[in-house]
């Protein structure tokens, strides 16, 4: 455990290379928790898995809402360790630290630097200096900052005024019998409870609140897999277009239940409940005002689509003629004709019925 010192924010990517630098103390005091991997025992070997694990570790934190974990606000940071050796070696070369990264990018971007920049010293028979490195954003490179100190040139000594800290296991027993849910626990509980391909649950569990969003849909309809599909696919986009956290998504789980539940029972067609869900992320009503208020009732009536089916046959004469000589794939031709009349409003599984019993000898 540590305090944050504050940060230096410098006019251009770097120290040497910035006309001022200003010092931001905004989180200095803040306690920071630091978390070392054991590299001799599960070193990473991959920038591909170096990635994973800080994804994995960052999901983690913000599920037990330790942080919201934002690079670029300085709420989670890495400083990442470099060391390559020819195939075949035994034991670790000196180790290059990198500092400077303020995202994700920028760290993948500094590793890949660093392996290609000291495989081409080790190629040319160089040595690898034990040292820490700065990654300049810009010109996406390591820049030299200062040679590496051990411990000793630290020169750590005791603070008086702070006294030892057992932590014994009866404390972390406790600790771990309170933990909530974990991100893998919370996967394999929906596929379990609702049946949802594991693709679709991995995508609602990467974020905890987006997760939270589904399960609160999911008390409130049957049709889990729709939910699911229309969270990932509609509601998605809505918030990405918009720059958006789904908590600041004007539609509620009821409303966006209610939405799902119509889908399912076809009173609305997927095209009506796209138009809907947008009017829902801007004004925040409920489906069923707004499907009220613009009109937007799906037609069922047997009658209103009998009257549409003998507008599109007549205005497509030869595609009655096609069907007559078993051409059967031209009913959709007709399907589609209806659904334009009706801007979408026409009720499919009313069409198909009635499209069936009107052509039923042919068909």
Same mark, same amino acid.
Request: glycine share 4%.
């Given at each position: 455990?540590?305090?944050?010192?504050?940060?230096?924010?410098?006019?251009?990517?770097?120290?040497?290379?910035?006309?001022?630098?200003?010092?931001?103390?905004?989180?200095?005091?803040?306690?920071?928790?630091?978390?070392?991997?054991?590299?001799?025992?599960?070193?990473?070997?991959?920038?591909?898995?170096?990635?994973?694990?800080?994804?994995?570790?960052?999901?983690?934190?913000?599920?037990?809402?330790?942080?919201?974990?934002?690079?670029?606000?300085?709420?989670?940071?890495?400083?990442?360790?470099?060391?390559?050796?020819?195939?075949?070696?035994?034991?670790?070369?000196?180790?290059?630290?990198? !500092? =400077?990264? $303020?995202? @994700?990018?920028?760290?993948?971007?500094?590793?890949?630097?660093?392996? /290609? #920049?000291? %495989?081409?010293?080790?190629?040319?028979?160089?040595?690898?200096?034990?040292?820490?490195?700065?990654?300049?954003?810009?010109?996406?490179?390591?820049?030299?900052?200062?040679?590496?100190?051990?411990?000793?040139?630290?020169?750590?000594?005791?603070?008086?005024?702070?006294?030892?800290?057992?932590?014994?296991?009866?404390?972390?027993?406790?600790?771990?019998?309170?933990?909530?849910?974990?991100?893998?626990?919370?996967?394999?509980?929906?596929?379990?409870?609702?049946?949802?391909?594991?693709?679709?649950?991995?995508?609602?569990?990467?974020? !905890? =609140?987006? $997760?939270? @969003?589904?399960?609160?849909?999911?008390?409130?309809?049957?049709?889990? /897999? #729709?939910? %699911?599909?229309?969270?990932?696919?509609?509601?998605?986009?809505?918030?990405?277009?918009?720059?958006?956290?789904?908590?600041?998504?004007?539609?509620?789980?009821?409303?966006?239940?209610?939405?799902?539940?119509?889908?399912?029972?076809?009173?609305?067609?997927?095209?009506?409940?796209?138009?809907?869900?947008?009017?829902?992320?801007?004004?925040?009503?409920?489906?069923?005002?707004?499907?009220?208020?613009?009109?937007?009732?799906?037609?069922?009536?047997?009658?209103?689509?009998?009257?549409?089916?003998?507008?599109?046959?007549?205005?497509?004469?030869?595609?009655?003629?096609?069907?007559?000589?078993?051409?059967?794939?031209?009913?959709?031709?007709?399907?589609?004709?209806?659904?334009?009349?009706?801007?979408?409003?026409?009720?499919?599984?009313?069409?198909?019925?009635?499209?069936?019993?009107?052509?039923?000898?042919?068909?």
């Amino acid at each position: 455990l540590e305090e944050d010192a504050g940060k230096l924010v410098h006019s251009s990517s770097t120290f040497k290379t910035s006309d001022y630098s200003l010092v931001d103390y905004n989180r200095s005091s803040v306690p920071l928790l630091e978390i070392v991997m054991d590299h001799e025992r599960n070193p990473l070997r991959s920038v591909n898995e170096a990635r994973v694990y800080l994804e994995k570790l960052r999901q983690i934190l913000r599920y037990i809402e330790i942080s919201d974990c934002m690079l670029e606000k300085g709420q989670f940071r890495c400083d990442v360790n470099v060391s390559i050796r020819p195939r075949g070696s035994q034991g670790f070369g000196n180790r290059v630290e990198i !500092k =400077n990264m $303020s995202s @994700f990018k920028y760290i993948m971007d500094a590793l890949q630097y660093e392996i /290609k #920049r000291q %495989s081409e010293v080790l190629e040319a028979h160089g040595n690898i200096n034990q040292e820490t490195r700065l990654f300049d954003e810009k010109k996406r490179i390591t820049l030299a900052m200062r040679s590496k100190e051990d411990a000793p040139d630290y020169r750590y000594f005791p603070d008086p005024d702070l006294v030892e800290v057992d932590i014994d296991g009866e404390f972390i027993k406790n600790i771990q019998k309170n933990m909530p849910e974990m991100p893998d626990q919370r996967v394999n509980r929906i596929i379990e409870a609702y049946g949802i391909p594991k693709n679709e649950v991995l995508i609602l569990t990467k974020n !905890k =609140n987006i $997760s939270d @969003f589904f399960e609160n849909c999911a008390s409130f309809c049957n049709d889990r /897999k #729709r939910a %699911s599909s229309w969270i990932i696919k509609d509601l998605f986009k809505l918030l990405n277009d918009a720059s958006i956290p789904v908590e600041k998504c004007l539609i509620s789980p009821r409303d966006f239940s209610l939405l799902i539940t119509f889908l399912s029972e076809g009173h609305v067609t997927d095209k009506i409940g796209r138009i809907v869900l947008e009017e829902m992320f801007k004004t925040g009503e409920g489906p069923d005002a707004i499907i009220e208020k613009r009109g937007l009732k799906p037609i069922d009536d047997s009658d209103t689509l009998e009257k549409i089916l003998d507008e599109a046959i007549s205005e497509n004469p030869e595609v009655l003629a096609q069907i007559k000589m078993g051409m059967t794939k031209s009913i959709n031709f007709l399907i589609g004709q209806m659904m334009k009349k009706t801007e979408g409003r026409a009720n499919p599984k009313k069409v198909r019925e009635l499209l069936h019993k009107r052509f039923r000898k042919v068909v």
